[in-house]
């Protein structure tokens, strides 16, 4: 008989609209192979009755209440040190409708995606094995939004009170926020190792991380795996198609673009075009219409053969943790991927060699025009990048990941 899971996510795993709902379903389809499976998500634009078919079931929590986050901020997050995160999705309606779940199902590992959902965990009276997939370390992320005073409400902005964030940008509270949500995350995530017997991320450098600062080895490394189809390298690709791809209603893809056609793209032939991929608004499209060489098309339906497509993928972060899937994506089919060191955070990639690393503007410059007249170069890197997917990141690794850490022997 197989070992029942239970998977408490932040959304729901399809449709996969960017890298973590893309993280979601692979360790869902890798999980389905060897336990019964129940998911729980919160509420969402996605439809429940669209996941995978070989589900026990789906269950799907309310929205928290407008009154029930301002409580949560006062009493979770000022008085006991939560995250911010944590009181935008905690309600005690969700804990009870959770814990009924759980009684019911009665799983023998629970699952629980990113810190924010953890406390539905923690106040959880069931004696079981409980996991935390938390991502990336995120207060990293953090720490690199203060020195470049990014946007703390990023996609949340769409979604609180309208007088709530006239307040907020008056009152210039974004540095304030910034540095308070820091402080909670860091100290939630090192509390998170002795509140959970296994704690999970993506990135081999920041579970290295982890341990040599909490001493702990029960964090361990479930590293994105991609399916790949054949090599088949394009020779009919756009020479003067450069791929953006991200979801443009998250700050740090906004600035990474900004970062590109401001600082980088004026030092290129203006024949150059930027097809940006992945979820936008109208606030994104009004930011980048002065730029008419930008051309926003959202989703597409065959991603690999865009890339294969397009010259490169551009891709200079200029902050971030854990490991970028739009990266491994576009090498997983050969693409040619042009990024920043932070872009290669956690892989043991050769630059020059499987992608091309920059550090600067004429960095940036030289490798995509090199790339656009060296076609020997291209389908050199071009391979080495799928190599690379097959050798690091391959489906398989699932399995090893399943049997050692969860303990399906």
Known sequence: MKKKILFLTTRLP??????????????????????????????SD??????????????????????????????????????????????????KYFNKIVNDFKPDIIICDMIRMSIYITKLKFNCKKVLDMDDVLSGRYEQSIENNDDALGKFRTKLPRIFVKL?????????????????????????????DKVCLVSPIEVNKIKCIAKKDNVFVWPVTIKQKSYNYNDFF?????????NMCVSQNQVTLKYFVKNIYPKLSSDFKIRVIGKHNERVLNEFKKYNFVNFVGRVDDLTKTIQNSLCLIAPI??????????????????????????????????GEDLFVCDNVNEYVNAINKISIDSELR?????????YIEKYHNDTLNKYVISRELGDE
Do not use: H
Request: glycine share 6%.
């Open 14 to 43: 399809l449709p996969i609209s960017d890298g973590r709902s893309f993280t979601l379903n692979q360790y869902l389809r890798a999980l389905l192979e060897y336990f019964e499976v129940g998911l729980v998500s919160l509420n």
């Open 46 to 95: 996605s439809d429940a009755n669209k996941q995978d078919s070989n589900l026990n079931f789906v269950k799907i929590m309310s929205d928290t209440s407008f009154f029930q986050k301002i409580y949560n901020v006062i009493f979770l997050s000022i008085f006991k040190g939560y995250p911010l995160q944590v009181s935008a999705v905690y309600s005690r309606k969700n804990q």
């Open 168 to 196: 907020y940008d008056k009152l210039q509270l974004n540095k304030f926020i910034l540095k308070f949500e820091f402080k909670r995350m860091k100290k939630q995530e090192l509390k998170s190792l002795d509140l959970f």
């Open 238 to 246: 756009d020479p003067k198609e450069l791929l953006f791809i991200g």
């Open 318 to 351: 200029q902050f971030g943790s854990g490991i970028k899937i739009k990266v491994l994506e576009s090498m997983a089919c050969g693409g040619i991927v042009i990024t920043s060191t932070i872009g290669v955070e956690g892989l043991n990639v050769v630059p």
């Open 379 to 387: 389908k050199r890197v071009s391979a080495n990048a799928y190599q």
